[in-house]
């Protein structure tokens, strides 16, 4: 039995105590939030766990074997780092770090001790992500020529971190997650509409290029009239769309494309348009919180490397640093080292 203790208990904070508490293999016995009203609103529901609002006594528990991290950004390394020297394999939500020398020395710090380091990449354990991927890997959609994303709503206005770097995590991972594959150089534009003072960018187009000419972009924003998540992906055989906010039939399958022909009467070439079926696979509706948090359970059991582990959450660090760089740029290309 894994036992387990989880710091901040917040908006997302309490999805993971409600799924970390309900795992089998898993005891989850102490929790943290420095708020003590939030303290106060969760412990009739949990009677079972301890909660404080200091996080030493998650981190230097000697009970435990594993913490939860689901607190600001800012935070992060910090707390990861200390969990991690405590003798704990560490689940820290995305993003790993905001800085790519501390995502380095925490991934040094984890393999130097043998500690699971996981990051919090959920759409890496979405079902239809993991479909989708079968799909590219089988050569369903052929090459995948360029991919896009829009996560975009209307609210949740951070006051400390971007739009970029609270969404495009998601899917940063994912696009990095469905090609196997590393951007050689991002650019990034927005735009402080809402917070211009504190510059505080609300919506963020990013690009990524990939070194075999694959290219991806992503749009991010809080200042929307529309919430939509969702992911095209274009292929030279099939194309295929990913609508996360539809309840069933997030993916389908376009057999559409663009052929070119021999033209017997001219000797030439010319291009034929495609349009065949749409297939709608069944996708399993697993809730992708609890399959990744069962997944970080089941690698501090067998000591398995997670699927998103510290390395995986580096890359994305790395991308959204370029970003960041290329947005302080006004859209320069920054390349990924």
């Given at each position: 039995m894994v036992k387990v203790g989880l710091i901040?208990?917040?908006?997302?904070?309490?999805?993971?105590?409600?799924?970390?508490?309900?795992?089998p293999g898993c005891t989850l016995l102490t929790c943290c939030d420095e708020s003590p009203?939030?303290?106060?609103?969760?412990?009739?529901?949990?009677?079972?766990?301890?909660?404080?609002?200091d996080h030493r006594e998650v981190i230097e528990n000697p009970n435990l074997d594993a913490v939860v991290i689901s607190t600001p950004p800012a935070n992060h390394f910090e707390l990861s780092r200390a969990a991690i020297l405590a003798d704990k394999d560490v689940f820290v939500e995305k993003p790993l770090v905001l800085e790519v020398k501390e995502g380095e020395e925490l991934v040094k710090l984890a393999e130097e001790n043998k500690k699971i380091l996981m990051v919090g990449h959920i759409m890496e354990y979405h079902a239809a992500?993991?479909?989708?991927?079968?799909?590219?890997?089988?050569?369903?959609?052929?090459?995948?020529?360029?991919?896009?994303?829009?996560?975009?709503?209307?609210?949740?206005?951070?006051?400390?971190?971007?739009?970029?770097?609270?969404f495009a995590p998601h899917?940063?991972?994912?696009?990095?997650?469905?090609?196997?594959?590393?951007?050689?150089?991002?650019?990034?534009?927005?735009?402080?509409?809402?917070?211009k003072d504190k510059g505080i960018e609300d919506v963020v187009f990013m690009n990524?290029?990939?070194?075999?000419?694959?290219?991806?972009?992503?749009?991010?924003?809080?200042?929307?009239?529309?919430?939509?998540?969702?992911?095209?992906?274009?292929?030279?055989?099939?194309?295929?769309?990913?609508?996360?906010?539809?309840?069933?039939?997030?993916?389908?399958?376009?057999?559409?494309?663009?052929?070119?022909?021999?033209?017997?009467?001219?000797?030439?070439?010319?291009?034929?348009?495609?349009?065949?079926?749409?297939?709608?696979?069944?996708?399993?509706?697993?809730?992708?919180?609890?399959?990744e948090c069962q997944h970080f359970i089941e690698c501090v059991q067998s000591r398995r490397t997670p699927r998103s582990d510290g390395r995986d959450g580096l890359r994305v660090s790395k991308v959204l640093d370029a970003a960041q760089r290329s947005l302080k740029k006004g859209g320069s290309p920054v390349k990924i080292g």
């Open positions: 901040g208990c917040g908006a997302w904070g309490r999805n993971l105590l409600r799924n970390f508490a309900n795992l009203k939030q303290v106060e609103k969760l412990c009739p529901s949990y009677p079972g766990i301890k909660f404080t609002q992500t993991l479909k989708l991927r079968e799909y590219i890997a089988k050569g369903e959609l052929g090459k995948v020529y360029y991919l896009y994303s829009t996560r975009v709503n209307l609210g949740k206005v951070r006051d400390i971190e971007n739009a970029l770097w609270s899917d940063i991972s994912m696009i990095l997650f469905l090609l196997e594959k590393e951007p050689v150089w991002v650019t990034a534009t927005g735009q402080c509409y809402l917070q990524m290029r990939f070194d075999d000419g694959t290219m991806a972009h992503v749009h991010v924003s809080w200042l929307d009239p529309h919430k939509e998540r969702r992911l095209t992906v274009v292929g030279d055989k099939k194309m295929a769309v990913f609508d996360d906010t539809k309840s069933a039939e997030k993916i389908w399958i376009y057999d559409k494309g663009v052929e070119t022909k021999q033209d017997y009467s001219t000797y030439g070439e010319y291009l034929s348009l495609r349009f065949g079926d749409v297939v709608i696979p069944s996708i399993p509706a697993a809730e992708p919180l609890r399959t």
